[in-house]
């Protein structure tokens, strides 16, 4: 069968120079001097795309192994920390902050919308007294982007360190880690970079390290221990046998992404298109404001069920799109457009699936939503 077109919020496309990439002869990557050099390198090009100079680490793990890392690193029992959540992804930080013994406190934010700046301004007066706070770049079950350039300044002022998980907005988000104050990003290989899943990286600043080499406790663990990785340069020494092939992978894509200087401009211009042809044709987004640039939510219409649109879109238009979990599940639809996902005539072809899948349910739609697509972007 030929393969679906992956609209979905990632994994999205891998370009064939990645898959070439991949594919490389490698060699023993504890052993070769010439692999610490690429190692170092391509961390050295993730610098550049998170615009930061804190220390970069790549590591052997899905997106979820680095917020897990984040965690078990920084966090000793009792520690207060301060969950922001206005979604699933924000939400599930507290799962391993009271894994790893982490006191929680959430500051709860409208579901449908960005963190309001002001709200959690005003809590903080009140309750300042944390570690660190958790939060969300891009929510992508909802498709809500939050203003990470606004809040940890503002939880910095507070002398409490900032975790932010960018995995789906890295690349397609505007990024400035050191001007923004994020003592660690969290990325994931399988969203905007377009590289298979299987690889995390993040960025650690000097007072996280700080924090993390002067606890009380020993960290649990050792896959999620950071600090073995302190001198990986200097004693030229990996904790573990690097994933080569995944990390010629990830290189591959950076390049790509680096030499594409006009990533951001087209993920805002087709995130906006594709947002306004969905309610231009009378369809609803979930999200009341803070739009992503790199995946739209919308209702799944009365009526109809998603499962019903996902397999016709599947099987009659060879696209392949996303519903969501947890509390969206059978609720939304998403369109993933990050990456190699974010080019017109894909969201083109998925538009033109959708409208006609859409309209055979029997969902009543003004216009076309592919031809609105052409006129809107
Ligand atoms: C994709 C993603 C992750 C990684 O989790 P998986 O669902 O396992 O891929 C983490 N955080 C966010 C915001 C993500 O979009």
């Not at 934010?109 to 960005?114: I, L, N, P, S, W």
């Not at 944390?130 to 929510?139: I, P, Q, R, S, Y």
């Not at 594409?260 to 594709?274: F, K, P, S, Y």
Request: proline letters at 4%; one cysteine or more; charged letters at 25%.
């Amino acid at each position: 069968m030929k393969n679906p077109l992956i609209m979905t919020p990632g994994p999205t496309y891998v370009n064939e120079e990645v898959r070439r990439a991949l594919s490389k002869e490698i060699t023993n990557p504890d052993l070769d001097l010439d692999f610490y050099n690429f190692y170092r390198e391509t961390c050295n090009k993730l610098k550049q795309l998170l615009n930061t100079k804190n220390d970069v680490l790549i590591l052997s793990g899905e997106g979820i192994l680095g917020l897990e890392a984040a965690c078990a690193s920084l966090i000793e029992p009792g520690d207060r920390v301060l969950v922001i959540d206005n979604g699933i992804f924000g939400n599930g930080f507290a799962d391993f902050v009271k894994m790893y013994g982490g006191e929680v406190v959430v500051f709860r934010g409208d579901y449908e919308r960005a963190i309001d700046v002001e709200e959690l301004e005003n809590f903080l007066k009140e309750n300042h007294d944390f570690k660190l706070a958790t939060l969300v770049h891009c929510e992508t079950p909802s498709g809500i982007t939050n203003p990470v350039d606004k809040i940890c300044p503002i939880l910095k002022k507070h002398g409490i360190l900032t975790v932010v998980d960018a995995v789906s907005a890295i690349g397609g988000e505007p990024l400035e880690v050191d001007k923004w104050q994020i003592d660690m990003v969290i990325g994931g290989s399988q969203k905007v970079l377009s590289a298979p899943p299987g690889l995390t990286f993040l960025s650690i600043s000097a007072a996280a390290w700080e924090k993390m080499l002067m606890r009380h406790t020993p960290i649990t663990g050792y896959y999620c221990n950071l600090t073995i990785w302190k001198n990986w340069d200097e004693e030229k020494w990996f904790p573990y046998t690097q994933p080569i092939s995944d990390i010629y992978g990830l290189r591959a894509a950076v390049d790509i992404l680096l030499e594409d200087t006009e990533a951001l401009a087209r993920h805002r211009r087709i995130a906006e298109a594709v947002r306004k042809t969905l309610t231009d044709s009378g369809l609803e987004l979930y999200p009341k404001g803070g739009f992503s640039n790199t995946v739209t939510t919308l209702m799944v219409p009365e009526a109809i069920n998603f499962k019903d649109v996902y397999e016709g879109m599947l099987k009659e238009h060879g696209v392949l799109i996303a519903g969501a979990f947890g509390f969206l599940k059978d609720k939304v639809i998403r369109i993933g457009h990050m990456g190699e996902n974010c080019y017109e005539e894909k969201l083109y072809i998925t538009l033109k699936g959708l409208n006609q899948v859409l309209r055979n349910l029997g969902v009543d739609l003004k216009g076309e939503l592919h031809k609105l697509f052409i006129e809107n972007i």
